[in-house]
């Protein structure tokens, strides 16, 4: 059941609850992703970033409830909304923070900038500036885990916008023919670049877009890290099994634009800040751990941890140096 405001209904199934260990958890991880993002937004309007910034705000429940149901080892895959996803997978948020800024200290060496970025050591695989290319790439990275048999799971990102595209269908099949363990998420932002869903796709439940190739899927509160971590769970123990891919929806929203340079016009602010104050994925944690005991002060000293961590990659980033021109020939396969 999905609601108005395009959050699936909390009268679904009981929410499973969280222990407080891992409400904190979430909240520490949320909240990083959070300041994280805000401190990149003003430095782009500063001019230290350039190029394209896509911001995660809103979202950041999806790809940490996933996170907390994942093993080490998994792979992650996503699109260019990506900067969450990499501080979910532990890779270090300065030199996540230098690549933005085109920095020499950055994953890419400053070569790859907001979109393209790679971690082999903590196994994300990007970071893809085509629209639609982690569903192909996610399932090539199940098929290596399948052939080797190493019991991995590949946890592959995109957002509701390329799940129209044609390449999506097609590592469905190969993914679901060859019972690849893969667990493609849809980050269904409503939005996709400025188009609502219901103006662009003739079926907007997307949780039914496996169903040609058997793949089972479940469309969910992506506000509600509780809620992602227990599809999550379920869906990565099905791949683990052996039994192929699993579609998950996650219903979700983006406080900003689709992009830096987006006005976000084709929405009103009253909806925006009706999401913030009613379904902010973060707050909602922030309110159960005080119900739970918590002062506002130790949550505040969370915070203040996360700002501290992500002031330092600022500075890292903004004091680094540009790449040296030789670089330009580094990295680059010749036939």
Not at 129 to 151: L, S
Not at 189 to 215: P, V, W
Not at 219 to 224: E, L, P, S
């Amino acid at each position: 059941m999905v609601e108005e405001s395009g959050v699936a209904s909390a009268s679904a199934p009981m929410i499973p609850p969280f222990t407080r260990e891992q409400e904190l958890t979430a909240f520490r991880e949320m909240l990083l992703i959070r300041r994280f993002e805000e401190k990149a937004g003003q430095l782009y309007g500063m001019g230290v970033i350039g190029g394209f910034c896509h911001l995660y705000i809103g979202q950041e429940a999806v790809v940490v409830g996933v996170k907390m149901a994942a093993r080490d080892g998994d792979q992650f895959t996503t699109s260019y909304r990506d900067h969450g996803h990499m501080l979910a997978s532990g890779m270090e948020p300065r030199r996540v923070m230098a690549e933005l800024a085109g920095k020499r200290g950055g994953y890419s060496k400053g070569k790859g900038g907001s979109m393209h970025m790679f971690s082999r050591e903590a196994n994300f695989y990007g970071g893809h500036g085509i629209v639609g290319a982690p569903a192909p790439i996610g399932a090539g990275v199940a098929f290596a885990n399948a052939y080797r048999g190493d019991g991995r799971v590949s946890l592959t990102f995109f957002g509701e916008g390329a799940a129209n595209q044609g390449q999506v269908y097609e590592a469905f099949n190969m993914a679901s023919l060859w019972k690849l363990p893969v667990v493609f998420i849809v980050e269904n932002n409503r939005y996709a670049m400025g188009t609502e869903i219901s103006r662009a796709s003739a079926q907007i439940d997307l949780s039914k877009r496996g169903a040609a190739f058997g793949i089972p899927g479940k469309q969910i509160d992506g506000m509600d890290v509780r809620i992602v971590k227990a599809t999550a769970d379920e869906a990565i123990e099905w791949c683990r099994a052996g039994k192929g891919p699993y579609l998950i929806e996650a219903q979700t929203y983006r406080y900003r634009g689709h992009s830096m340079s987006d006005p976000a016009k084709y929405r009103s602010k009253e909806e925006v800040q009706k999401m913030r104050e009613e379904h902010d994925p973060i707050e909602q944690v922030r309110a159960r751990l005080i119900a739970d005991g918590m002062s506002e002060d130790e949550l505040k000293k969370i915070d203040a941890n996360a700002r501290k961590i992500v002031a330092e990659a600022a500075d890292f980033a903004t004091a680094d140096k540009e790449p040296d021109p030789s670089e330009l020939w580094t990295d680059v396969l010749a036939s």
